[in-house]
């Protein structure tokens, strides 16, 4: 547990049909930190995560973990995906999700057991989704469905965390609730690296920022990233009503005009 | 009547092959469909079905006769292959897999095809009724082929039971199986064979062209019913089953009547039925929902006139004629009259000799459908920044839907504002 770098980019570059999104991208982020990956909508960030985690291939480069392969480590490695990655209107419930976190390749053809059963409703609780346990995933709004994803993630009891997104589309509360969780896995040494896309924030939540766009723009620690003269642009606050208003629609299916 | 009872007796020998057959490869093909419909593969059954035939064909050449179990390999094979295909077109190159399926199925279809006049030409005698893989033969399955089925169906059962779990987190999100190092590749692998293996069975019942119905159509009705995987499945099985059941009826008792499509008309009529009557998500579930919000909406709009008349003469106590509520707002006669009669059944109206009247209640109300309105404006112009002119249209719904927790947040998040942003006042119940 006394690895000083937890993820190591060496000369990353990926493609998609050729075109390159991520460009020679190298750095070293420390461990036991809470990492912010900013950048622009379509700026690699969901690539970089996804070629992390060996989901995309590299045309170039390496990635290594706690200095070491993925396939050393996976079981000290959790990825959070993007919320809008999955359909919501599967038939699962939250705790049938959360449970995806303790599946293993060594669990194949077996059931899960009490612990694990046990692990997932700690998991839930830290997110304060415990009594959502038997709620079907797509009755819930944006904010606790991240929570979910964060709850399945933290069943796995991991050292690294990496999310993608998981302040989109969610309500102050849980806003909030993320971040003071963040606070808390740090305490425990745990790292934590999360995309995130407004800078205002970034500058409250992390303790290192990538800056990302297409290539490594810049890498460090946080006050050295905002002195460096980036100026921030003035993003209004969350627009929390809003995005309420906008489940109720669905939910109920209102007509967004009256004719 | 007659014809009900003995069939129900089961007493013909033919009649029980028929059902049994049916039966099983109606639950085994809805069962393993079920992951294909959550996985949104619909098209790639068809592919499937359409695929297995110049498998079908090559291994009745290369073994000279209709041995089941050698058409069914050969039938695997070349489903399997087609998948194969597919998904290496959609990797490799920029065709969406739609267009990968809609290839790879008339390629193989057309050689299929191909292959089977030139056997049908060649005049083997054991090739008659190897076109049944086109059309089904539902109606004359015998015991060798029950057997078959029900070892296969066996298989089947078994198999998703062991891999439920993962089959489950592989048709949910794929992405997080790979990460947290499941083996997707050999799942993926092992899902689609047992897809194929039971296209390869169930054609024989219905067919090629309505395969791939037996897959997806009994999930896709299930769905409706249920939000749990576990009873979706279970449900999708039975409906596959039932219906094997109700299309070998049919065609028992009306004897020109091809078992095969009946099973699907049988099974279309289940998904039709779901998808009408089904609680919740069902279309009439959704209509009443519909039906309810234009109530509602239609009763909040004729409140806020009454508040707009009031508030235009200071006067929120006078009576309106008819008439006059009629002139004020774009409503029909009939939707008027309908409104006012149901807002009289809560007394939040009253009429007396041909005027209406808004009562205490009544009035409480309309300020709060008013204040919502007004708030919302000013939220659209203050948070997003919207010109006040532009902010009307999209208050005029969205006061309706807006609940008292939203509307307690809005209060807040604006501090109480007195004016909208046409400088209207914003009215606060009193309490
Ligand atoms: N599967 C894909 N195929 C082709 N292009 C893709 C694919 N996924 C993402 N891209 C492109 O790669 C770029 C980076 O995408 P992404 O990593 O999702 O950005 P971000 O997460 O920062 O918004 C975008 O231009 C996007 O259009
Ligand atoms: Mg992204």
């Known amino acids: ?54 989901l995309v291939k590299k ?14 480590v996976r079981e000290r ?55 959502y346990s038997n709620r079907q995933i797509s009755q819930l709004s944006g904010g606790q469905q991240q929570r979910v994803f964060i709850a399945r993630s933290l069943a796995q009891g991991a050292d690294l965390y990496i999310m993608d997104e998981p302040f989109v589309g969610v309500d102050a509360a849980t806003e909030e609730a993320i971040m003071l969780l963040m606070q808390e896995m740090k305490k425990e040494g745990k790292t934590v690296v999360v995309v995130h896309h407004d800078l205002q924030t970034a500058k409250l939540y992390f303790d290192w920022i990538v800056l990302l766009n297409t290539r490594l723009v810049a890498s460090g620690p946080k006050d050295q990233i905002f002195n460096e003269a980036l100026l921030q642009e003035a993003y209004g606050g969350k627009l929390n009503v809003l995005s309420k208003v906008g489940e109720l629609i669905k939910e109920k299916d209102f007509p967004v005009r009256e004719k | ?62 073994s000279g006769d209709k041995n089941p179990i050698a058409l069914i390999i050969g039938a695997v094979i070349s489903g399997w292959l087609s998948l194969m295909v597919i998904d290496g077109i959609s990797r490799t190159t920029k065709l969406k897999s739609d267009a990968a399926i809609g290839i790879v ?45 029900s070892g296969i169906g066996l298989v089947l059962i078994v198999l998703v039971l062991l891999f439920y779990k993962e089959f489950k987190l592989i048709s949910f999100n794929p992405d997080y199986a790979k990460v947290i190092g499941l083996p997707v590749k050999f799942l993926e692998f092992l899902l689609a064979t047992i897809t194929v293996l039971s296209v390869a069975v169930g054609i024989q019942a219905v067919g090629v062209v309505l395969m791939a119905a037996l897959l997806i159509t009994p999930a896709s009705g299930a769905r409706f019913w249920t939000n749990k995987l576990s009873y979706m499945i279970l449900i999708a099985t039975v409906f596959g089953a039932l219906s094997g059941l109700m299309g070998s009826y049919v065609s028992y008792v009306a004897p020109a009547m091809p078992t095969g499509p009946w099973v699907v008309m049988c099974l279309s009529l289940l998904t039709i039925s779901s ?50 509520l009629k002139a004020s707002r774009e409503l029909s006669e009939s939707e008027l009259d309908r409104g006012l009669k149901l807002l009289k059944q809560q007394n939040y109206l009253r009429k007396m000799t041909d005027l209406w009247y808004i009562t205490q209640a009544g009035l409480e109300a309309s300020k709060r459908v008013i204040k919502l309105h ?50 209207s006042t914003i009215p606060y119940q009193e309490s």
């Open chain 2, 1 to 62: 009547m007659k014809e009900t009872l003995e069939f129900f007796s089961f007493s013909d020998p033919n009649v029980r092959f028929v059902v049994l057959g049916t039966m099983i490869l109606g639950a085994t093909a809805a069962m393993v469909g079920s992951f294909a419909f959550l996985r949104k593969r619909a098209l790639v059954g068809d592919a499937i079905a359409h695929a297995i035939l110049p498998g079908v064909c090559l291994s009745f050449m290369v």
């Open chain 2, 275 to 324: 998808i009408w009557f089904a609680p919740k998500r069902g279309m009439f579930a959704r209509f009443k929902q519909h039906r309810d919000n234009k109530k509602k909406i239609l009763q909040e709009n004729i409140l806020k006139l009454f508040y707009h008349l009031g508030e235009a003469n200071q006067d929120f106590e006078a009576g309106r004629s008819f008439a006059t």
């Open chain 2, 105 to 149: 199925l008339s390629v193989f279809f057309g050689f299929g095809i191909l292959l089977l006049t030139s056997i049908q030409n060649s005049g083997n005698a054991a090739q008659s009724g190897l076109d049944n893989f086109l059309f089904g033969k539902a109606a004359s399955l015998t015991q060798d082929d029950i057997l078959i089925f």
């Open chain 1, 1 to 54: 547990m006394n690895d000083k770098t937890a993820i190591e980019a060496h000369n990353l570059t990926v493609s998609y049909n050729r075109r390159p999104v991520l460009w020679n991208v190298d750095f070293e982020l420390p461990a036991g930190q809470v990492i912010g990956i900013i950048g622009p909508n379509g700026s690699g960030k969901t690539t970089l995560l996804k070629a992390i985690m060996d």
């Open chain 2, 374 to 423: 007004r708030l919302w404006e000013m939220y659209l112009n203050q948070r997003l920044k919207l010109e006040p002119d532009h902010v009307h249209n999209d208050a005029e719904a969205i006061e309706h839907i807006i609940t008292p927790e939203i509307e307690q947040q809005l209060e807040r998040e604006l501090d109480f504002p007195v004016k909208d942003p046409h400088q």
């Open chain 1, 77 to 131: 490695i959790s990825y959070v995906p993007q919320r809008e990655s999955v359909d919501w209107d599967f038939p699962a419930s939250v705790m049938d999700v959360v449970l995806m976190g303790r599946y293993r390749k060594n669990k194949l053809l077996k059931r899960l057991s009490k612990a694990d059963r046990d692990l997932a409703a700690e998991a839930l609780e830290k997110v304060n989704m415990l009594e």
């Open chain 1, 59 to 72: 045309s170039s480069g390496y990635v290594k973990l706690f200095e070491q392969d993925l396939e050393e």
